[in-house]
């Protein structure tokens, strides 16, 4: 028996995943570590197997061939880094060696072991952990905004982590997140879809064998602190609310995570040491090779970044995907000339909507 | 001051004065005014001399280092210290340590009338921030504006404009007086405005009106002016501005508050288009937001201590934050979080710590050989090699004492006592391939012999093997050291690989020596590859320094020294060494004798008492908020050499030294003092202070985590141990502490309390000889 598992990223979020990568390793070295990349090496940086604590790489375009740029072109870093988890899933399903299936997101640091999950995979097709298992008290109206009614607006279920039996429902289910990531993987909360988390709340509607794990130890993050209480026992063991802390999730390193964490973490010193920890480990895994907010797919042949809008353009035009099939070309005959021709897309300043990676 | 010190500002201050500048040199003045200076562990005067007059402090209230440096350009373009030109050569010139005529005293008493007139009126940081030339000079700010100030056109607040009151009152202009002292005494009476009328108020909305005056209490205008000159220039009010326009351009109304950041962070706010600063005052710090970005972790280099000044853990308490900062943000997570972000990986902290190798001549072996051999007089009848951290005779804390007091009773026995320390400082062993052969200080009978590399003393031990009567070796801390190094040295000076290692802490366990992980919490010593240990900043060098720790007890027969049983436990259970013996030897002894005559029992309030250094990580904060919750009926006092600063707390300065081995005894005694908490956050190998406050005649609270306090108060049934404050402070809430009291009153009135320190090592090396 085989287990896979793979994360998905761009050279921007290599640093994280290295981390992710180092410390899963570190529980499972039998597993097989995936690099699902949605992005090329910048120039002067090589991204070797040889040197990383990943098995193999999966790019973008090994699975999206000559389809690859034109579809990108319809989402934003996110939205894209998002939407190949579904091709990704049943690509590496069909591993022949592949009995069970795990993604975990960058930004996550593996503490303990997941054998408890490898194990309900044995009665599960899939397991999903939600955004919250307690509910906030009624009386504290922020902890409400900012974790349920947060939970209700981007997914019940936090699709930063899921594992899949190699089944027939687990490939069904993988076919059909597949499907819908093809064309409705995109952060418009005014449609009610958020990227690739908000269809799983669909999960346990289509599919059988549902695993909605409430453990306290998995998925550990901001939207949750409120509920979860860090210690560690004699044997130096992480726990959380008493449960072997499995992996936390480090969302949003920088201003805005640190905010969250002061929020709900309040006086649990325990949860700014894995910060800080945190903070330590993705520094040393930095390449300075790649520059800040590195991804090839962002800009343009000639460099110029390219702005939502003009992404958005071209997801919503069937006519235009079919005239340029090439959108990140400029020059003549390109989607980039036709736009200044016809729009003021590019002319427009401060379409800073979607994104930016840090 | 110690030598190296001294040798360091020699360095910095090349052909000589430093006796004078020393004298003239005030750190009391110096560590007031700077109190984060303290923290750093520098010495003050070397601090200013590194630092301080770089940074533009004062090193005296009579020497103003920013006005010397604008008054004496020459002085400021040689880039040399300030105040060392000045009083060894600039007094001397004739030149002024202080800007002239600042003082009140001076002047005109009419002038000095209107200045007391306008006083309240005054903004000084306002001037300040606007006017940075005069910031330079030092000069006091209200007495310049009312000189000279206002004939230059400046602003003495934000609120009045002197070029507009002039302007708009020839009267004034005729009169030739002070424009804001007529507009505080006469002028606003009249009605006649300060300041050209604002534009914009009239053109504000009711709803913006309304949050205007919602704000203005906590609007900084003179931040906002300082900030934002354009909007000075504009001649606009700075709150309409920013009630208007300037919120949205990410204007910040004070310091207090990021526009930028908390629309970020509140995407609810910034969605629903309202003022952030007033969402944040009404309605936002009421519902936990937080209106200024986290700290981020220090990457700016402070001097620190190098290495553990005490047997607790230096790193943690020394450079905790201080118990009252009104400047400093303050975490949620409190002030264990704040110095966790403070925190360095590992190896940074080394790199901050390294010095240049001193240029001094290295001490060859036969040098050391020579030395110790006219040290012993006639014959080299006993040697004691005494390893340690650092200076014990200028740094203080436990270990020290004990090294100090071990080379006195050596010396007493016709030994020679050589205390072997490292050069170079370090918050972890020293790392083989970085320096094979660590340099060390060594010390004879209490003289600098030089410094060496560890190699020459292995050498030279070697050659004074055959003729020595007898060679022990004492490890006290290792800290610094190349334990295969100090292996080389025993196993060269004895016949049997045989040495002496004190559990003054667990450095043997692992390089964060009071077992604080990430320097913030006792962890118990839980495995090396632990969660908790490999999100330690010590954790990866733990790994190799267990290794290295290891091959020094197979190597050697380790006789193992515990100050204490619970010490001893701690050390089997976690360590995983295996020593030649493990013998407990406590380092102060008690003894209660019936007084032949009674005295009379104390009475009055309660005395509850805090000795020693008040840092949080010994209970500092828990015994502010103790007087805080039982102020009315009891008597607090600090017993130690730092001042503190909070109402309802008496200071009795206690200074223990060599010479004064007994003060804090004293003190307890003579105050009187009742309980002392000693609320340690590490398990304390013994605790001298504990033994200090029980010897003075007092109980002992502390916590389950003390190690030998908690064993202490525990054994000798003179205290008590208190799972956490909480109990702590239903302890004297439901009378338990009364009831102490009374029996701690009682006996000690019908006993008289001695106590004996031990010999140290010498109690143990004696045996064998």
């Known amino acids: ?358 | 001051m110690n030598d190296e010190t001294l040798s360091t500002l020699a360095e910095l201050l090349p052909g000589g004065g430093i006796d004078v500048y020393l004298r003239d040199f005030d750190p009391a003045f110096y560590l007031a005014q700077y109190p984060e200076v303290a923290e750093s562990g520098l010495d003050c005067a070397l601090h200013y001399a590194l630092y301080g007059w770089k940074e533009g402090r004062d090193p005296s209230p009579d020497f103003s280092t920013a006005f010397y440096l604008k008054d004496n350009p020459d002085v400021a373009s040689a880039g040399i210290d300030p105040f060392w030109h000045y009083v060894t050569d600039g007094r001397n010139e004739g030149r002024a340590g202080l800007p002239p005529a600042a003082d009140m005293a001076s002047l005109d008493p009419a002038l000095r009338a209107e200045i007391n007139e306008v006083r309240d009126h005054f903004d000084p940081a306002f001037y300040l921030g606007a006017y940075p030339d005069i910031a330079e000079t030092g000069a006091d700010p209200l007495i310049h504006y009312m000189m000279n100030g206002w004939k230059e056109g400046r602003d003495p607040s934000p609120v009045f404009s002197t070029s507009f009151y002039l302007k708009d009152n020839p009267d004034v202009v005729d009169a030739g007086v002070n424009p804001f002292w007529h507009y505080v005494t006469d002028g606003r009476k009249e009605g006649r405005p300060a300041a050209p009328p604002s534009p914009d108020l009239a053109m504000l909305d009711s709803a913006t009106l309304a949050e205007l005056s919602a704000v203005s209490e906590f609007f900084d205008p003179a931040h906002y002016l300082r900030t934002y000159p354009q909007v000075a220039e504009s001649g606009r009010d700075p709150l309409v501005h920013f009630m208007v326009e300037g919120w949205k351009s990410g204007h910040n109304p004070s310091p207090a508050f990021s526009t930028v950041f908390y629309l970020e962070n509140n995407p609810d706010v910034a969605r629903a288009g309202v003022n952030p600063f007033w969402h944040y005052l009404v309605a936002g710090q009421h519902e936990g937001r937080e209106p200024l970005p986290v700290e981020t972790p220090a990457k700016c280099p402070v001097a620190e201590t190098p290495g553990p000044a005490e047997t607790a853990p230096a790193e943690t308490p020394e450079q905790a934050e201080a118990p009252h900062d009104p400047t400093g943000p303050h975490h949620p997570g409190g002030y264990r979080v704040q110095h966790l972000l403070r925190q360095l990986p590992l190896e940074e902290t080394v790199g901050h710590w390294t010095r240049a190798t001193p240029k001094q001549a290295r001490l060859t072996a036969d040098e050391i050989v020579t030395a110790l051999r006219t040290a012993a007089g006639a014959r080299l009848a006993w040697l004691i090699l005494s390893v340690g951290h650092d200076d014990y005779r200028t740094n203080p804390g436990g270990i020290q004492v004990c090294i100090q007091r071990e080379e006195r009773l050596a010396a007493e026995r016709g030994a020679v006592y050589v205390n072997l320390h490292p050069v170079q400082p370090l918050p972890r062993l020293a790392h083989a391939g970085a320096d094979d052969d660590p340099l060390v200080t060594l010390v004879a009978n209490g003289a600098t012999l030089g410094i060496a590399p560890t190699s020459a003393l292995i050498a030279a031990t070697a050659t004074l093997r055959p003729e020595a009567g007898r060679i022990d070796v004492v490890i006290h801390q290792m800290l610094g050291h190349l334990p295969e190094r100090i292996t080389e040295l025993v196993t060269q000076a004895t016949p049997d690989a045989r040495c002496w290692l004190w559990l003054h802490d667990y450095l043997t366990i692992c390089p964060s020596y009071a077992l604080q992980r990430n320097n913030i919490a006792y962890c118990g010593a839980p495995p090396v590859g632990s969660n908790a240990c490999s999100i330690c900043l010590f954790g990866a060098e733990r790994r190799a320094h267990a290794t290295r720790m290891a091959a020094l007890f197979d190597a050697l027969d380790v006789h193992v020294l515990s100050p204490s049983q619970v010490t001893a436990d701690i050390w089997t259970a976690t360590s995983g060494l295996t020593p030649a013996s493990l013998t407990v030897c406590p380092h102060m002894t008690l003894d209660w004798v019936a007084r032949p005559d009674p005295r009379p029992v104390d009475d009055g309030p309660i005395t509850l008492a805090f000795l020693g250094t008040p840092v949080p990580f010994k209970g500092w904060l828990i015994f502010e908020r103790l007087v805080r919750r039982l102020g009315q009926n009891m008597r607090f006092v600090y017993c130690g050499a730092r001042p503190v600063d909070l109402a309802g707390i008496e200071h009795v300065p206690v200074h223990v030294t060599a010479d004064t081995p007994d003060a804090m005894i004293d003190a307890v005694a003579e105050q009187r003092i009742d309980l002392v908490l000693h609320w340690a956050t590490w398990p304390e190998t013994f605790s001298l202070s504990c033994y200090e406050a029980l010897a003075g005649g007092a109980h002992v609270l502390t916590n389950p985590v003390s190690g030998n306090v908690a064993a202490t108060v525990d054994r000798l049934d003179r205290g008590a141990v208190l799972a956490d404050e909480e109990a702590l402070l239903a302890f004297f809430e439901d009378g338990r502490a009364a009831e102490m009291v009374d029996r701690i009153r009682a006996r000690r009135a019908g006993h008289r309390i001695d106590h004996a320190l031990s010999d140290i090592s010498l109690a143990a090396l004696e045996p064998q000889t």
């Open chain 1, 1 to 358: 028996m085989t287990i896979h598992a793979f994360t998905s990223f761009s050279y921007s979020y290599l640093n994280r995943a290295r981390v992710l990568a180092r410390s899963l390793r570190a529980q499972h070295p039998d597993w097989v570590i995936w690099a699902v990349m949605t992005d090329k090496e910048p120039e002067g940086f090589a991204f070797d197997l040889e040197h990383e604590d990943f098995d193999r790489l999966l790019t973008a375009q090994d699975m999206f061939g000559d389809q690859t740029d034109g579809w990108l072109f319809g989402h934003d870093i996110v939205e894209a880094c998002t939407a190949v988890k579904g091709r990704a899933s049943v690509h590496i399903l069909d591993e022949p060696d592949c009995d069970k299936l795990f993604y975990f997101d960058p930004d996550i640091g593996v503490f303990n072991p997941m054998t408890p999950v490898v194990d309900l995979l044995d009665d599960f097709s899939i397991v999903l952990t939600p955004h919250q298992v307690n509910p906030e008290p009624q009386s504290d109206m922020v902890a409400i905004r900012d974790n349920e009614i947060a939970s209700l607006d981007y997914g019940i279920f936090n699709l930063g982590f899921l594992a899949i039996a190699n089944d027939d429902e687990g490939r069904r289910f993988a076919r059909w997140w597949e499907d819908r990531l093809q064309d409705w993987c995109h952060d418009r909360l005014d449609l009610g879809i958020f990227v690739d988390q908000k269809w799983c709340n669909l999960v346990p509607c289509f599919f059988d064998n549902v695993k909605v794990l409430r453990d306290p130890g998995y998925n550990v993050a901001s939207w949750n602190l409120s509920q979860r209480e860090m210690t560690f026992d004699a044997a130096g063991t992480a726990l959380i609310n008493g449960q072997p802390l499995r992996f936390y999730h480090f969302t949003k390193l920088g201003p805005v995570g640190d905010v969250m964490t002061r929020r709900y973490a309040g006086q649990n010193v325990e949860i700014y040491e894995l910060w800080r920890w945190y903070r330590e480990e993705v520094d040393r895994a930095s390449a300075p090779q790649i520059p800040r907010g590195w991804w090839h797919y962002g800009t343009f042949d000639n460099g110029d970044k390219i702005p939502k809008a003009a992404r958005e353009l071209y997801r919503d035009r069937r006519d235009l995907k079919a005239a340029f099939p090439h959108p990140l070309r400029t020059g003549r005959g390109s989607f980039h000339e036709w736009m200044g021709r016809e729009t003021e897309i590019l002319s427009a300043t401060g379409d800073e909507r979607g994104f930016v990676p840090a």
